[in-house]
Protein backbone atom coordinates (compact mmCIF):
# COMPACT_ATOMS: atom_id res chain seq x y z
CA UNK A 1 0.00 0.00 0.00
CA UNK A 2 1.68 3.30 -0.94
CA UNK A 3 2.00 5.91 1.85
CA UNK A 4 0.25 8.61 2.21
CA UNK A 5 0.16 11.96 3.44
CA UNK A 6 -1.76 12.59 6.94
CA UNK A 7 -4.86 14.84 6.21
CA UNK A 8 -5.97 15.28 9.97
CA UNK A 9 -5.23 17.92 11.84
CA UNK A 10 -6.17 17.86 15.08
CA UNK A 11 -7.62 14.67 17.30
CA UNK A 12 -9.58 14.82 20.14
CA UNK A 13 -9.30 11.62 22.08
CA UNK A 14 -12.86 11.11 24.28
CA UNK A 15 -12.50 8.00 26.92
CA UNK A 16 -16.17 6.92 27.96
CA UNK A 17 -15.78 4.46 31.40
CA UNK A 18 -19.17 2.74 30.78
CA UNK A 19 -19.92 -0.44 31.99
CA UNK A 20 -23.71 0.11 32.83
CA UNK A 21 -24.61 -1.17 29.52
CA UNK A 22 -23.02 -4.71 30.22
CA UNK A 23 -23.55 -7.56 32.45
CA UNK A 24 -19.81 -8.18 32.56
CA UNK A 25 -17.60 -6.03 34.64
CA UNK A 26 -14.26 -4.36 33.18
CA UNK A 27 -15.24 -2.63 29.90
CA UNK A 28 -14.89 0.84 32.05
CA UNK A 29 -11.10 0.04 32.33
CA UNK A 30 -10.74 0.52 28.09
CA UNK A 31 -9.94 3.87 27.71
CA UNK A 32 -6.84 3.32 30.28
CA UNK A 33 -6.14 0.18 28.60
CA UNK A 34 -5.93 1.86 25.13
CA UNK A 35 -4.02 5.05 26.41
CA UNK A 36 -1.86 2.58 28.25
CA UNK A 37 -1.41 0.63 24.80
CA UNK A 38 0.77 3.85 24.00
CA UNK A 39 -2.01 5.79 22.03
CA UNK A 40 -0.91 8.66 22.20
CA UNK A 41 2.71 7.97 21.45
CA UNK A 42 0.94 6.02 18.23
CA UNK A 43 -0.67 9.26 17.13
CA UNK A 44 2.18 11.58 17.40
CA UNK A 45 4.18 9.34 15.19
CA UNK A 46 1.55 9.83 12.39
CA UNK A 47 2.81 13.91 12.74
CA UNK A 48 -0.77 14.79 13.53
CA UNK A 49 -0.55 18.59 14.32
CA UNK A 50 -2.80 18.57 17.27
CA UNK A 51 -3.91 15.75 19.68
CA UNK A 52 -6.08 16.92 22.62
CA UNK A 53 -6.88 14.47 25.62
CA UNK A 54 -10.42 15.18 27.44
CA UNK A 55 -9.75 12.80 29.43
CA UNK A 56 -12.94 10.46 30.76
CA UNK A 57 -16.31 11.45 31.36
CA UNK A 58 -17.66 10.58 34.44
CA UNK A 59 -19.81 7.71 34.69
CA UNK A 60 -21.20 6.33 38.13
CA UNK A 61 -20.05 3.02 39.25
CA UNK A 62 -23.07 0.32 39.25
CA UNK A 63 -23.17 -0.17 43.10
CA UNK A 64 -24.20 3.52 43.30
CA UNK A 65 -27.18 2.91 40.79
CA UNK A 66 -30.59 1.18 41.22
CA UNK A 67 -32.05 -0.18 38.12
CA UNK A 68 -35.51 0.39 37.74
CA UNK A 69 -36.46 -1.28 34.20
CA UNK A 70 -35.33 -4.45 33.86
CA UNK A 71 -35.90 -4.23 29.83
CA UNK A 72 -33.31 -1.34 29.40
CA UNK A 73 -30.84 -1.55 32.60
CA UNK A 74 -29.69 2.17 33.93
CA UNK A 75 -30.91 3.35 30.80
CA UNK A 76 -31.13 6.96 32.17
CA UNK A 77 -28.24 6.85 33.43
CA UNK A 78 -26.67 5.82 30.05
CA UNK A 79 -28.62 8.29 28.59
CA UNK A 80 -27.22 11.55 30.90
CA UNK A 81 -24.11 10.22 29.66
CA UNK A 82 -24.35 10.12 25.78
CA UNK A 83 -26.25 13.76 26.43
CA UNK A 84 -22.44 14.69 27.68
CA UNK A 85 -20.62 12.36 25.49
CA UNK A 86 -22.39 13.63 22.42
CA UNK A 87 -22.04 17.60 23.59
CA UNK A 88 -17.71 17.12 23.44
CA UNK A 89 -18.13 15.22 20.09
CA UNK A 90 -20.06 18.20 18.56
CA UNK A 91 -17.80 20.38 19.76
CA UNK A 92 -14.78 18.78 18.58
CA UNK A 93 -16.42 18.19 14.76
CA UNK A 94 -17.66 22.15 14.61
CA UNK A 95 -13.87 22.94 16.04
CA UNK A 96 -12.30 20.96 13.30
CA UNK A 97 -11.21 17.96 15.22
CA UNK A 98 -11.55 14.37 14.13
CA UNK A 99 -13.08 12.45 17.65
CA UNK A 100 -11.35 9.35 18.79
CA UNK A 101 -14.02 7.89 21.37
CA UNK A 102 -12.73 4.94 23.56
CA UNK A 103 -15.13 2.72 25.32
CA UNK A 104 -16.74 1.74 27.40
CA UNK A 105 -19.29 -0.77 25.97
CA UNK A 106 -21.14 -0.17 23.35
CA UNK A 107 -23.92 1.98 24.56
CA UNK A 108 -21.99 5.01 24.24
CA UNK A 109 -22.35 4.82 20.01
CA UNK A 110 -25.88 6.49 20.82
CA UNK A 111 -23.80 9.70 22.32
CA UNK A 112 -21.18 9.46 19.35
CA UNK A 113 -23.90 9.94 16.82
CA UNK A 114 -25.79 11.85 18.55
CA UNK A 115 -23.33 14.56 18.38
CA UNK A 116 -21.98 13.66 15.23
CA UNK A 117 -25.39 14.21 13.78
CA UNK A 118 -26.28 17.74 15.07
CA UNK A 119 -22.49 18.92 14.40
CA UNK A 120 -23.17 18.07 10.41
CA UNK A 121 -26.53 18.59 10.45
CA UNK A 122 -27.23 14.92 9.25
CA UNK A 123 -26.46 11.15 10.25
CA UNK A 124 -22.83 10.10 9.47
CA UNK A 125 -22.54 6.82 7.25
CA UNK A 126 -21.96 4.43 9.50
CA UNK A 127 -19.54 1.35 9.51
CA UNK A 128 -20.52 -0.58 12.46
CA UNK A 129 -18.24 -3.70 13.12
CA UNK A 130 -19.45 -6.07 15.10
CA UNK A 131 -19.94 -9.72 16.05
CA UNK A 132 -23.65 -8.66 17.26
CA UNK A 133 -26.05 -6.83 15.60
CA UNK A 134 -27.02 -4.93 18.37
CA UNK A 135 -30.65 -3.57 17.29
CA UNK A 136 -32.37 -5.36 19.84
CA UNK A 137 -35.22 -2.86 21.75
CA UNK A 138 -35.95 -2.76 25.62
CA UNK A 139 -39.03 -5.10 24.56
CA UNK A 140 -37.04 -7.78 22.12
CA UNK A 141 -33.84 -7.80 24.27
CA UNK A 142 -33.54 -11.18 26.53
CA UNK A 143 -31.02 -9.72 28.92
CA UNK A 144 -32.09 -6.20 29.13
CA UNK A 145 -28.58 -5.01 28.14
CA UNK A 146 -28.16 -1.94 26.59
CA UNK A 147 -24.83 -2.44 24.98
CA UNK A 148 -27.12 -4.71 22.75
CA UNK A 149 -29.54 -1.96 21.94
CA UNK A 150 -27.63 0.86 20.52
CA UNK A 151 -28.13 0.41 17.06
CA UNK A 152 -32.02 0.78 17.55
CA UNK A 153 -31.82 3.69 19.61
CA UNK A 154 -29.77 5.38 16.44
CA UNK A 155 -31.67 4.13 14.19
CA UNK A 156 -35.68 5.40 16.11
CA UNK A 157 -33.71 8.96 16.53
CA UNK A 158 -32.49 10.05 13.55
CA UNK A 159 -29.01 9.86 14.32
CA UNK A 160 -28.42 6.83 11.95
CA UNK A 161 -30.60 5.98 8.92
CA UNK A 162 -30.52 2.67 7.09
CA UNK A 163 -29.47 3.43 3.88
CA UNK A 164 -26.30 4.85 4.89
CA UNK A 165 -25.63 2.04 7.34
CA UNK A 166 -23.57 -0.97 7.09
CA UNK A 167 -22.75 -3.32 9.67
CA UNK A 168 -19.51 -6.04 9.16
CA UNK A 169 -18.44 -9.50 11.07
CA UNK A 170 -21.64 -10.73 11.86
CA UNK A 171 -21.61 -14.23 13.90
CA UNK A 172 -23.69 -14.12 17.12
CA UNK A 173 -27.29 -12.82 16.28
CA UNK A 174 -30.74 -13.42 18.77
CA UNK A 175 -33.77 -15.15 16.23
CA UNK A 176 -35.90 -12.07 17.30
CA UNK A 177 -32.96 -9.78 15.91
CA UNK A 178 -32.61 -11.50 12.85
CA UNK A 179 -36.09 -9.96 12.06
CA UNK A 180 -35.08 -6.62 13.73
CA UNK A 181 -32.55 -6.45 11.37
CA UNK A 182 -33.84 -7.40 8.27
CA UNK A 183 -36.45 -4.60 9.00
CA UNK A 184 -34.32 -2.08 9.34
CA UNK A 185 -33.09 -2.59 5.42
CA UNK A 186 -29.56 -1.85 7.17
CA UNK A 187 -26.76 -3.71 5.17
CA UNK A 188 -25.56 -6.49 6.77
CA UNK A 189 -22.29 -8.36 6.03
CA UNK A 190 -22.02 -11.58 7.94
CA UNK A 191 -18.39 -13.42 8.44
CA UNK A 192 -20.49 -15.88 5.97
CA UNK A 193 -20.43 -12.09 3.29
CA UNK A 194 -16.77 -12.26 4.36
CA UNK A 195 -15.51 -15.53 3.18
CA UNK A 196 -17.40 -15.46 0.35
CA UNK A 197 -16.47 -12.08 -1.03
CA UNK A 198 -13.14 -11.23 0.53
CA UNK A 199 -12.99 -7.92 2.69
CA UNK A 200 -11.43 -5.92 -0.33
CA UNK A 201 -14.80 -6.24 -1.86
CA UNK A 202 -17.20 -5.81 0.79
CA UNK A 203 -15.44 -2.73 1.40
CA UNK A 204 -15.61 -1.22 -1.51
CA UNK A 205 -19.47 -2.13 -1.07
CA UNK A 206 -19.65 -0.92 2.52
CA UNK A 207 -18.31 2.59 1.30
CA UNK A 208 -20.48 2.78 -1.61
CA UNK A 209 -23.45 2.65 1.06
CA UNK A 210 -21.85 4.31 3.88
CA UNK A 211 -19.76 7.15 1.90
CA UNK A 212 -23.00 7.79 -0.84
CA UNK A 213 -23.28 11.06 -1.74
CA UNK A 214 -19.26 12.13 -0.27
CA UNK A 215 -20.94 11.93 3.40
CA UNK A 216 -18.58 12.12 6.30
CA UNK A 217 -18.04 8.22 7.62
CA UNK A 218 -18.01 7.12 11.27
CA UNK A 219 -16.81 3.49 12.86
CA UNK A 220 -18.16 2.01 15.29
CA UNK A 221 -15.50 -0.61 16.21
CA UNK A 222 -16.78 -3.34 18.77
CA UNK A 223 -13.48 -5.14 19.38
CA UNK A 224 -15.39 -8.76 19.62
CA UNK A 225 -15.87 -8.15 15.88
CA UNK A 226 -12.27 -9.72 15.13
CA UNK A 227 -11.62 -13.30 16.36
CA UNK A 228 -11.14 -13.93 19.93
CA UNK A 229 -7.20 -15.22 19.13
CA UNK A 230 -6.53 -11.81 17.88
CA UNK A 231 -8.44 -9.82 20.43
CA UNK A 232 -9.36 -11.85 23.86
CA UNK A 233 -10.12 -8.86 25.75
CA UNK A 234 -13.86 -8.77 24.94
CA UNK A 235 -16.61 -10.24 27.33
CA UNK A 236 -18.33 -11.38 24.51
CA UNK A 237 -16.22 -13.43 22.28
CA UNK A 238 -17.50 -15.48 19.27
CA UNK A 239 -15.02 -17.50 17.49
CA UNK A 240 -14.73 -17.00 13.74
CA UNK A 241 -14.31 -13.07 13.55
CA UNK A 242 -11.99 -10.75 11.10
CA UNK A 243 -8.50 -11.59 11.19
CA UNK A 244 -5.86 -9.67 12.33
CA UNK A 245 -5.10 -7.94 8.48
CA UNK A 246 -8.78 -8.14 7.69
CA UNK A 247 -9.26 -5.59 10.45
CA UNK A 248 -6.48 -3.63 9.54
CA UNK A 249 -7.51 -3.54 5.69
CA UNK A 250 -10.83 -2.25 7.43
CA UNK A 251 -9.49 1.18 8.61
CA UNK A 252 -7.07 1.33 5.89
CA UNK A 253 -9.73 1.02 2.93
CA UNK A 254 -11.54 3.90 4.91
CA UNK A 255 -8.77 6.16 5.88
CA UNK A 256 -8.09 5.97 1.85
CA UNK A 257 -11.62 7.37 1.28
CA UNK A 258 -10.71 10.52 2.28
CA UNK A 259 -13.58 10.73 4.18
CA UNK A 260 -13.81 9.05 7.66
CA UNK A 261 -14.45 11.82 9.73
CA UNK A 262 -14.41 10.14 13.50
CA UNK A 263 -13.54 6.41 14.93
CA UNK A 264 -14.96 4.43 17.88
CA UNK A 265 -13.76 1.85 20.05
CA UNK A 266 -15.19 -0.21 22.44
CA UNK A 267 -15.58 -3.32 24.53
CA UNK A 268 -12.21 -3.93 25.83
CA UNK A 269 -12.23 -6.09 28.94
CA UNK A 270 -8.35 -5.81 30.44
CA UNK A 271 -9.48 -7.81 32.87
CA UNK A 272 -9.89 -10.62 30.01
CA UNK A 273 -6.98 -9.79 27.91
CA UNK A 274 -3.61 -11.03 27.55
CA UNK A 275 -0.91 -8.49 28.17
CA UNK A 276 -3.65 -5.86 26.99
CA UNK A 277 -3.26 -6.96 23.64
CA UNK A 278 -6.86 -6.38 22.70
CA UNK A 279 -6.06 -2.30 23.56
CA UNK A 280 -2.57 -2.52 21.50
CA UNK A 281 -4.37 -4.03 18.76
CA UNK A 282 -7.42 -1.10 18.68
CA UNK A 283 -4.38 1.62 19.11
CA UNK A 284 -3.24 -0.20 15.84
CA UNK A 285 -6.55 0.11 14.10
CA UNK A 286 -7.17 3.74 15.11
CA UNK A 287 -3.83 4.28 13.43
CA UNK A 288 -4.36 2.83 10.53
CA UNK A 289 -7.53 4.63 9.89
CA UNK A 290 -5.49 7.80 10.29
CA UNK A 291 -3.30 7.01 7.66
CA UNK A 292 -0.72 4.95 8.70
CA UNK A 293 0.67 2.69 6.28
CA UNK A 294 2.86 -0.37 5.52
CA UNK A 295 5.11 1.53 3.22
Known sequence: MNTTVNRTTRIDVIGVPMDLGASRRGVDMGPSAIRYARLHDKLRALQIP????????????????????????????????????????????????????LGGDHSIAMGTLAGLTRARGSAPGLVWIDAHSDINNPESSPSGNVHGMPLWFALKNGFAHRE????????DVDEVEKTLL???????????????L??????EEAIAIAGAGGRKMHVSFDMDGIDPSEAPGTGTPVKGGLSYREAHLVMEMLYETGSLGSIETVEINPILDTRNQTAALAVGLIC???GKSIL
Do not use: W
Open 50 to 101: EIIDHGNLQVPIRESLETVDPSAKYLDVIQRICDELSNVVENSVREGGVPIV
Open 164 to 171: TTVQIGLR
Open 182 to 196: RESGVRAFSMTDVDK
Open 198 to 203: GMTRVM
Open 288 to 290: SGL
